[in-house]
């Protein structure tokens, strides 16, 4: 599997528990251990969850860095995290917050961002 692909793979997987951490606690109260928990227990259930993406997001920027013989500038790396963590949130807030609804105007946003990503690769 090629640097690009797998950083990109690692990006996804390390996004996907980042979105969780982050945002999942939001639901807790459809968990019934949880359902009474306090701030505290948030942000400790967060802590563990963010600690699988840190596992993956630090080889995911080592093997895709052209520091480190990856194919990536350090601006192509941020960006490329950035809209596959907006896609992940996406997908994550549709599904798992089915009050949340996609608006014309976050298509147009998410769309300005993948012209960014056009403009970053660009020589």
């Not at 528990?17 to 019934?32: C, P, Q, V």
């Not at 996609?102 to 960014?116: D, M, S, Y």
């Amino acid at each position: 599997m090629s640097r690009a692909l797998s950083t990109i793979l690692l990006l996804a997987a390390s996004n996907t528990f980042m979105t969780i951490a982050w945002y999942g606690h939001l639901r807790y109260k459809d968990i019934s251990f949880l359902k009474n928990s306090g701030l505290l227990t948030a942000i400790l259930i967060s802590w563990g969850i963010a600690f699988f993406e840190y596992c993956l997001m630090v080889p995911a920027n080592r093997l895709g860095s052209s520091i480190n013989g990856g194919p990536f500038n350090m601006w192509q790396l941020k960006l490329i995290q950035e809209v596959i963590s907006i896609s992940v949130f996406i997908i994550f807030t549709l599904v798992v917050f089915k009050t949340e609804t996609l608006k014309w105007n976050h298509v147009v946003g998410f769309f300005f961002l993948v012209v960014a990503v056009y403009f970053f690769f660009r020589k």
